[in-house]
Every structure is written in structure tokens, then in C-alpha cells.
């Protein structure tokens, strides 16, 4: 369900280029060094675009970095962090973990229980070092859990749970910038469940696994209309973007928010899915 806010990078200035890449490899670092080395195989894209946003409304110092990494040992990488990347290592290997648990529950698959067990230390300290934000997790997490095994014939109970999951890993702390940041956040936790129901559909009736959107295809959806419901949600969560003060790097999350996620999305033609 992670993986969705990739940026348009073809598209980005060479500035822009270098700034995401940078963003990347400073999440990947700051999660070797605060969760081990092992677990920076979990970083997801969607924490990147949580570095950028929250690094551009608060803008605190940045370190740059230069040198060589496990993937590229024999080059220099440029990275850069700050307070911000710190805390979306901590929540990224948290959400990695569960996720894992997830697909094991699932689908049985080992690594998937072999990546559990590797995050556990980890996704503990970073749950105690958060734990605002780990309880709401945990309860999401735990209602989605039930919503699979009623098996809800329509999406808005999962997206509307994962919405609150996601709003409430975009609050960093109680101020000004909450209610906007949790509206964010929602709205792009709305956005990717769809769009995960929307993707996997096939994979998981094929595996007989619960989706979210396979009652909406049986009683006649299309996917024109299922395309709409997807930019409708997009809608909802670039209007809460466009609320936020935001200049550092917009460049790279206007890419994100209008250009990359489409890429993500399977190819819907005709009437049905």
C-alpha cells in the first residue's frame, strides 16, 4: 500500500533532480543510522514526499553529506537531512513493518515474515519515540484488519481508516499547521488505498484475498468512473497542498502530487477493468 508518491523525475530541472535524489539518499542514510543498516531495504517514496513537504513548512537546518553508501560503494552519493528526515525514518520503517505483518497475514509469504522479525527492534524504538502517532497507527492498522475479514464490499471504510493513518503521520506536532497537514495527509491516504484496491484488484481475486473495489466492478463500474473517483480524491488532497505555505522544492512535489502518481496507476481502457 506504500510506494505511490513517486515523482515525475524526466520532468524535474536538474536543480530538482539533485535536491529529490539527495532527499532519498538522506532518508535512506538517517534510517541506517536511527534503525540499523538493514533496515533502510523498507524506504518507501511516500516518506520522501513527507521529508519534502514538512521540510518546506517548518524549513529547519539541513546537513549535506557526500560519500559513498552499501548500494554504491565505490561512488560518492549526495544527500542531505534534517530534524525532518529524522522523524519520517522513524515513521517509515513503523509503517514498513506493519505493512510486512500485513502480507504475511495474507498471503503467507516467508521474507515477508522475515522482514517483520528484521524491523522489530526497530519500528519499537521509533513507536516509543512517537508514540502520538504510533497509537493511531496501531488502531487503523487494526481497524483495516477488521474491515478485510468482514470483507466490506465498498472502499470508503478502508480508505476512510488508512486516511486517518496517513493524516496523522503528516502531523509532526500540535500547531498552527495541524489541521491543514492532517487534511493532507487523509485525503492521500484516501487516494492510495483506492488506488492500491484499483491496481492489485485482479492479483487478489485471482488469490481469493479481500479488495475493496471488487463488489464496485461486479455491480457494473467502469473504469471510467473508477478513474474519477481517483482524481476526485486527488483533488481533495492537492487543494489541502496548495493551502500549505510551501516553496522549498514545490517543484518536486507539484511533480509528485500532478504527475508522478498517475504514473502509478494500471492502465484502465474501455468499459470495464
Not at 45 to 56: I, K, Q
Not at 148 to 165: K, T, V
Not at 216 to 223: I, K
Request: proline share 5%; charged share 30%; net charge negative.
Amino acid at each position: 500500500m506504500f510506494g505511490t508518491m513517486i515523482a515525475d523525475i524526466p520532468a524535474l530541472s536538474e536543480e530538482g533532480k539533485k535536491r529529490y535524489r539527495g532527499c532519498y539518499c538522506g532518508l535512506c542514510r538517517r534510517i541506517g543510522r536511527r534503525c540499523g543498516t538493514l533496515s533502510r531495504c523498507c524506504l518507501t517514496y511516500d516518506m520522501v514526499f513527507l521529508t519534502l513537504t514538512l521540510n518546506a513548512l517548518y524549513e529547519p537546518e539541513e546537513t549535506a553529506e557526500q560519500g559513498p553508501c552499501p548500494i554504491h560503494p565505490l561512488t560518492k552519493r549526495h544527500s542531505w537531512h534534517s530534524e525532518i528526515t529524522d522523524y519520517a525514518a522513524d515513521l517509515n520503517v513503523l509503517l514498513a513493518r506493519l505493512n510486512a505483518l500485513d502480507d504475511w497475514a495474507d498471503e503467507r509469504l516467508p521474507w515477508k515474515w522475515a522482514e517483520a522479525k528484521l524491523l522489530e527492534r526497530a519500528a519499537a524504538e521509533a513507536a516509543e519515540r512517537n508514540p502520538r502517532q504510533w497509537a493511531v497507527i496501531r488502531e487503523s492498522m487494526a481497524e483495516l484488519k477488521d474491515i478485510e475479514q468482514r470483507r466490506e464490499p465498498g472502499p470508503d471504510p478502508g480508505a476512510n481508516a488508512f486516511g486517518r493513518l496517513l493524516g496523522e503521520v503528516f502531523v509532526l506536532r500540535a500547531d498552527r499547521w495541524e489541521r491543514d497537514l492532517r487534511a493532507l495527509g487523509q485525503n492521500l491516504g484516501r487516494f492510495i488505498y483506492l488506488l492500491d484496491a484499483v491496481t492489485d484488484r485482479k492479483r487478489d481475486e485471482r488469490r481469493g484475498l479481500y479488495n475493496p473495489v471488487s463488489a464496485m466492478v461486479r455491480e457494473g463500474a467502469t473504469a471510467e468512473e473508477l478513474r474519477d473517483i481517483l482524481l476526485d480524491l486527488m483533488g481533495d488532497a492537492t487543494a489541502a497542498w496548495e493551502k500549505l505555505p510551501l516553496l522549498r522544492d514545490a517543484e518536486i512535489q507539484r511533480s509528485i502530487l500532478y504527475a508522478g502518481v498517475w504514473k502509478q496507476m494500471p492502465v484502465m481502457e474501455g468499459k470495464h477493468i
